[in-house]
């Protein structure tokens, strides 16, 4: 990781009476992929929109790769990438003239091999209206790499995609990552920010309420690992029985569920008292909470910071 | 091959592709000049002797009125033109693009017409050709800057129609197409007058077919030109890449200014 790619200072944006955007300030650095996570209407899409250029901030400063996006949009063109949330081509395009058309437009050479390694190959002719949402999804990325941008915005890259493709879209944005492209991804899949992303920021009602590591994000949360433990003789069906930092105990399908706020004397107690009685332990899990949940938390509470 | 002309290309192969441009563009004009030609070339000889500008001019005005603005607007609408922006596509490309494929598409309308009505119908041929494309020139510069227009101001396509339909039934009612302008009282007349259709039918009639002109044909040619410009201008200033951006130049009753032409021809031209 090196320089800020990606500055944004005290942006605000406010539409008539609603402020959209209050104040918030982050960086990104080259070559991290930074995540954007918040429900509908937290702000997302204004602060993508301004870095790219689309919309003027009403308090603040932005830059991306040095360069003010309202200010100087001619400068910022061929350094950036979108690939907008909408299908954003006309109807009778074909991938084909469209590759052509914006690889002519940022002055390089048509990037067929995207096409090809997007399965878009056998569709190249067709028009824009005849491909399903997901080659229209697969085809607005392609176009949005094709001019190797120095940073790349993604807005749900992977909405209604195949797990197949959605898993090759992720191979695209890891090796686009290696070759030092800065990727900004706006999402609602908590599981591919917590997979992707080097850092996500939370926005809820315009304010950042949460930005770190995936890791560091879900370890500041009040969640409880889930410890879910299997033995077999049973031996901790007993429902009086306590462990060290557990809030919560269940059983399921042969597993006793616990939950902890510290897994470490946790585990630690529950393999004590196993050996204890003499039982066998046949399978123990341990499930960290995830980002969704920590997400989900922080939505819930509303709270900001 | 540089971004414009991959635009133009791909613009061009839209205007055959989609169906409601195909229609626009060919279908509507050419058949409606059979279905005129067979009927009231047979009921009015008269007919038969407008035929070739009358449904020039008809064809420029399906085209342009009926076939320009509503994708304009839904571009807008469906965000093709803030993918335009990011990827350095200029205004001026997405509002003059349109108008270049549909003029090329009513070159060959026009065409089919010019050397199939003496044909089909015996109509008389232009006396003077360069005249007739000067005009031609002329008319669908001003339809399509008007249409371009009404793309940038309309809100939405049901808006879009109205303003477009404005323009479209008046020039077909009274603007020499199906009744020359010499039959039309004096004030129905100067009404006509602000229509680019009239300007068109009269400058054809005077430049061209060898015929006496109703009023300067020169100076009708001068208010589609200085109409056309002036739509153009227009619709650059008041072009907005978003609709859910309401920052916009100016307001949209600006685009009244390019008729302004024809509302001095009224008192100018005789």
Redesign the interface.
Known sequence: MQDSVIEVKDFRKI?GNLVAVDSISFDVKQGEIFGLLGPNGAGKTSTLESL?????PDGGSLRVAGIDPVRE??KL??L?G?Q?Q?????????PD?AM???C???QVSPRFDLLERLGLIEKRNS?FYELSAGQQRRLALALAVAHNPQVLFLDEPTAGLDVATRAELHDLMRELQTGGTTIILATHDMAEAEELSDRVAILLKGKIVNIGTPMEITATGAGRTKISVRTQDSSLFDADITFPAVSQHLSKNEYDIYFSSDIGPTVSAIIAHIESQEDTLIDLRVERPSLEDRFLEITANGVVL | ???FL??F??EF??GI??KQLLLMNYLFPLGFYLLLGFILGGINPRFREDIVPAMVVFAVLAATLLGIPDPLVN?RE???F??Y?????SSISILVIPALTTFLHLVIVATIITASAPLLFDSPLPLDWLNFTLVFVALAFACAGISVLIGVISPSSRVTVLWAQLVFIPSMIVGGLMMPYSMLPDTAGKIAQILPATHAMNAFNGLAMGRTADFSPWGSVIALFSSGILAFGLAVYLFS??SR???RRGHPSLALLSLLPYVVGIFWLS
């Open positions: 539409y790219e250029g689309l919309r003027a949009p001619r063109r061929n950036i979108v907008l909408s299908a954003s081509l006309p109807e009778s395009i074909t003239e052509k058309f914006f002519a437009c940022h028009q | 091959m540089n971004a991959y635009h290309a791909f192969r839209t592709r989609n571009a469906n965000g093709i803030r993918s922006k990011i990827n350095g596509v890449w978003d951006n309401t920052a």
